[in-house]
């Protein structure tokens, strides 16, 4: 199986994993980068992915274990990817380059699982992990 994240060079405070889209663009709309007319459909995106999108419960409790999430190379964790298209578009019009990040293991222990996506805490230092710069048709 093969996971993948997408992500900016920013290294999240929880993690200490670079910041993955969703905090990504979330962090423009509370800094009020966004017009008027973006953050509306922010928050429907938003309100949309929460709704197709299983949010993972450690979220509730501010993330205690410091887990990151990674989708899976499948046709639900594709799909979801190919959905955020307003993500990716807020992305390269404020300028933040964005990764992916693959791995062909597991690249921590899994904490939670469904069908788009794991979460891991405890990062393998040794696992594989290839990243490399999405272009903006990506």
Same mark, same amino acid.
């Given at each position: 199986?093969?996971?993948?994240?997408?992500?900016?060079?920013?290294?999240?405070?929880?993690?200490?994993?670079?910041?993955?889209?969703?905090?990504?663009?979330?962090? %423009?709309?509370?800094?009020?980068?966004?017009?008027?007319?973006?953050?509306?459909?922010?928050?429907? *995106?938003?309100?949309?992915?929460?709704?197709? %999108?299983?949010?993972?419960?450690?979220?509730?409790?501010? *993330?205690?274990?410091?887990?990151?999430?990674?989708?899976?190379?499948?046709?639900?964790? *594709?799909?979801?990817?190919?959905?955020?298209?307003?993500?990716?578009?807020?992305?390269?019009?404020?300028?933040?380059?964005?990764?992916?990040?693959?791995?062909?293991? %597991?690249?921590?222990?899994?904490?939670?699982?469904?069908?788009?996506?794991?979460?891991?805490?405890?990062?393998?230092?040794?696992?594989?992990?290839?990243?490399?710069? %999405?272009?903006?048709?990506?």
């Amino acid at each position: 199986m093969t996971y993948y994240r997408i992500h900016t060079a920013d290294i999240a405070y929880i993690t200490q994993q670079p910041r993955g889209l969703f905090t990504a663009i979330g962090k %423009l709309v509370d800094a009020k980068t966004l017009t008027e007319e973006e953050t509306a459909e922010y928050w429907k *995106n938003r309100e949309y992915f929460e709704k197709v %999108l299983p949010v993972p419960p450690f979220y509730e409790q501010g *993330n205690p274990d410091h887990a990151t999430t990674w989708f899976k190379d499948t046709p639900q964790g *594709n799909d979801i990817y190919r959905q955020m298209t307003f993500y990716r578009a807020m992305a390269k019009k404020y300028g933040l380059k964005l990764y992916i990040s693959k791995c062909t293991e %597991l690249p921590g222990e899994v904490i939670y699982e469904d069908d788009f996506q794991i979460a891991v805490k405890n990062q393998k230092p040794d696992v594989c992990i290839t990243i490399s710069e %999405l272009s903006g048709s990506d």
